[in-house]
C-alpha cells in the first residue's frame, strides 16, 4: 500500500495472518486516527451540505465528505427455496460457519454455492468423513492462485483493464473463476458428490441440484454469497433500486460522498488490498476539488 513497502520479497504470497500484520503496521506506521467499536448505524445529508454520521454507541460525526469503505455486500444471502426445507434440517450460511463441529448430526450435508468458500466448506467437512453433496456449478471457471499467476495477471495489464471499457464490461459480467486447487482437493474425497447448480429443496430435507438429488439432509451450509446492505446510508439519489451505490470510479453523483472497496470500481485491482492506493488517490482528489 501507499508509502509503506511490503516487508517482504515483492512476489511473495502472505499468509492471511501477515496480510492482517502489514494493515496493523500501516495504521500505526502513520499513526492513523482509527476509533474502534463505532458502528455507523445511520447517516444523513444536511441542509447545509455537511454529513452527520450516527453510531451505535450515540457518537455522532459531523463532516463535509463522507469515503464509505465497508465493501460492496455485507448482508448474507441465501436462495427462497430455503424456506422450503424441514425445520429438521439444520441451516447454516457460510458467514456463521466455523468448523465441521458446527454441523448436527452425523449424516449428510449439503454445501451450495460457486465460489471458493463452498469449496472450502465442502472440504473442512468432507474431511471429517461426512457425506458432502455440493450443488456447485460446473461452468464456473478455475484458475490457479500463486505467485505465477498473480505475476501473469500483473504482467499483462489484465488487472487494470478499466471496467467501464468494452474488454472491461465482459470480465464484469463473466463468472468469477474459483481456485483451482481447492476444487481438485474436494474432487478427491470419494464421498464428495458434485449435484450440479441447486435448483429447488423439498419437505423431505433433500436438496434438488441440475443434475442429482440429495438424500434426506441433517445440515446445509449456504455459501451463497451476500447482499447489498446500505440502509443505514439515507441519502436520496445514491443508491439504485437494487441497493447498490450509484458511483463513476467510486464518485457518487451526491456531493461529497464516495465509496472506495467496490468490486470494479475502477478494475479488477479495485476490492484488493493492493488496488486500494490508486483508486484511494484518485477518489480523494477529486472530492477535494468539488467541495
Not at 26 to 45: D, E
Not at 55 to 60: H, K, P
Not at 226 to 236: C, E, G, T
Request: charged share 15%; aromatic share 8%.
Amino acid at each position: 500500500m501507499p508509502g509503506l513497502p511490503w516487508p517482504k520479497a515483492a512476489h511473495y504470497y502472505p499468509t492471511k495472518d501477515e496480510a492482517a500484520a502489514y494493515l496493523q503496521q500501516y495504521a500505526a506506521h502513520f499513526q492513523l486516527p482509527i476509533v474502534h467499536n463505532q458502528r455507523v448505524v445511520h447517516v444523513q445529508l444536511m441542509p447545509s451540505s455537511s454529513y452527520q454520521v450516527h453510531t451505535a454507541t450515540g457518537t455522532c460525526y459531523q463532516a463535509q465528505r463522507v469515503i464509505v469503505c465497508t465493501g460492496p455486500y455485507s448482508a448474507p444471502a441465501r436462495p427462497s427455496f430455503a424456506d422450503d426445507l424441514p425445520p429438521t434440517v439444520q441451516q447454516l450460511h457460510s458467514s456463521g460457519y466455523h468448523q465441521p463441529a458446527d454441523l448436527r448430526g452425523h449424516g449428510p450435508v449439503a454445501v451450495v454455492g460457486s465460489g471458493n468458500s463452498a469449496l472450502q466448506i465442502a472440504a473442512d467437512v468432507a474431511e471429517t468423513g461426512r457425506p458432502v453433496y455440493v450443488a456447485f456449478d460446473e461452468h464456473t471457471p478455475a484458475m490457479p492462485n500463486n505467485t505465477a499467476m498473480w505475476v501473469f495477471l500483473t504482467a499483462t495489464g489484465f488487472m487494470r483493464v478499466p471496467g467501464h471499457t468494452v474488454l472491461g464490461r465482459h470480465l464484469r459480467n463473466s463468472p468469477e473463476p474459483v481456485v483451482s486447487q481447492d476444487l481438485h482437493r474436494l474432487q478427491q474425497f470419494p464421498h464428495a458428490h458434485f449435484i450440479g447448480r441447486g435448483q429447488s429443496a423439498t419437505a423431505a430435507g433433500e436438496l434438488l441440484g441440475v443434475h442429482h438429488t440429495t438424500p434426506p439432509l441433517d445440515a446445509v451450509v449456504w455459501a451463497t454469497g451476500f447482499r447489498p446492505a446500505f440502509n443505514w446510508l439515507q441519502i436520496p439519489g445514491s443508491m439504485n433500486e437494487r441497493g447498490e451505490p450509484y458511483h463513476f470510479r467510486g464518485l457518487s453523483p451526491v456531493k461529497g460522498l464516495a465509496f472506495l472497496g467496490l468490486p470494479w470500481l475502477h478494475n479488477r485491482r479495485s476490492a484488493l488490498m493492493g488496488g486500494a492506493g490508486p483508486d484511494a488517490r484518485h477518489v480523494v482528489k477529486e472530492l477535494l476539488k468539488s467541495t
